[in-house]
């Protein structure tokens, strides 16, 4: 009788760390989704802004260490990327910033990798999404693209050549505190007038807001004070005007923004994704319109795409990608 050989199964974790809550997916060699799962970032009933670091991630390698626990076979997890917002330095695995976490200076790759001695890399939660749709969605056959996330704020992701750009102190794509002409709308960062005052859900939502006060839009009268940009999405699919008109001002601005970038990178495809994104061509479609206005001379025309791949499944690939790239190259800095 033949002996049965078990193989053991290398696995890849693609974790993103958001402001509501964390993701975790588990991935073979070849890409395929073998679990995934969520918790809350912040505890319930949790009285601080920031979210502590200590347990965080304590919760983050139990749930981790669960994840792997359930499939029940023959497993064995060789690599971590992990997404975060903020400023990040991918190359010593560190947040420096995250506001809405309330990190300032966290050290993510020291503190899982001391819990789970696994290779552990970290990047940006906009570069991790642009990773994911470049590999694996809408951005497949793409070296050169520009990704743009529209949700609490509004930031981009660069991939030039094939590789992903980062800039001298891993600020690129900040383009939500670009300052638009004009606008007084005080934003989080301190300034005022940043293009994320309008291009955001609180942008969209405060620019509804005004016009229910002036008697605008009165499907949502009844929400006065709580109209989120679904709302305001649903009101255009009724055929208000107004409604409309606050998402093509907000795809116009952008679209404005966007085409010095367009000019600067000279991207095959600009993918726009992100909560707000979901209002597809009320928005999209003033940016397409606006971006073949001020960049004419571009032939064949930009193709300015919606994302494909869902929720957070574009971040928590990118990072297993990511992992696995990098460990590829024998290290743990491109």
């Known amino acids: 009788m033949s002996k049965v050989v078990a193989i053991m199964i290398e696995l890849y974790a693609g974790i993103d760390i958001g402001g509501t809550n964390t993701a975790l997916g588990l991935f073979d060699s070849a890409f395929h989704l073998l679990a995934k799962s969520s918790f809350l970032t912040r505890r319930p009933g949790a009285s601080s802004v920031r979210v502590d670091p200590v347990s965080f991630f304590d919760q983050l390698s139990a749930e981790l260490s669960g994840l792997v626990s359930s499939l029940g076979c023959e497993v064995r997890l060789v690599g ?70 529209i949700g609490t704020g509004v930031a981009a992701g660069f991939l030039s050549g094939g590789n992903i750009l980062r800039g001298s102190k891993s600020r690129a794509g900040e383009i939500g505190h ?47 004070g709580r109209i989120t940009p679904k709302d305001v999405y649903s009101a255009c699919t009724e055929g208000d005007e107004t409604g409309k008109g606050i998402y093509e001002r907000a795809g116009t601005l952008l679209g404005k923004k966007l085409s010095t970038l367009v000019y600067a990178l000279d991207p095959e495809i600009i993918l726009i994704g992100g909560g707000v994104a979901k209002a597809g061509e009320y928005l999209l479609g003033p ?17 300015v795409l919606p994302t494909m791949l869902e929720e957070d499944m574009a971040n928590i690939i990118g990072m297993a990608h990511m992992a696995v790239m990098k460990l590829s190259k024998g290290g743990l800095s491109c």
Not at 118 to 146: K, N, S, T
Not at 179 to 197: A, N, R, V
Not at 209 to 224: N, Y
Not at 291 to 303: E, F, G, I, S, V
Request: charged share 25%.
């Open 287 to 303: 940016v397409r319109q606006t971006l073949q206005a001020l960049c004419a001379t571009r032939m064949p025309p930009l193709k």
């Open 80 to 149: 971590i990327g992990i997404d975060s917002p903020g400023r990040v330095d991918s190359e010593k695995g560190v947040v420096y910033t995250a506001s809405n976490l309330g990190w300032d200076e966290v050290h993510i790759r020291e503190e899982m990798s001391e819990r789970l001695n696994i290779p552990v890399f970290v990047e940006h939660d906009v570069r991790a999404f642009v990773q994911g749709e470049a590999a694996f969605g809408a951005g497949v056959g793409c070296r050169d693209l520009i990704g743009v996330t």
């Open 178 to 224: 670009d300052k638009i002409d004009g606008e007084e709308w005080l934003c989080s960062c301190g300034k005022k007038g940043c293009l994320e005052t309008i291009v955001s859900a609180r942008g969209i939502s405060r620019a509804a807001e005004e016009a229910v006060s002036a008697g605008k839009i009165p499907s949502l009268f009844h929400l006065r």
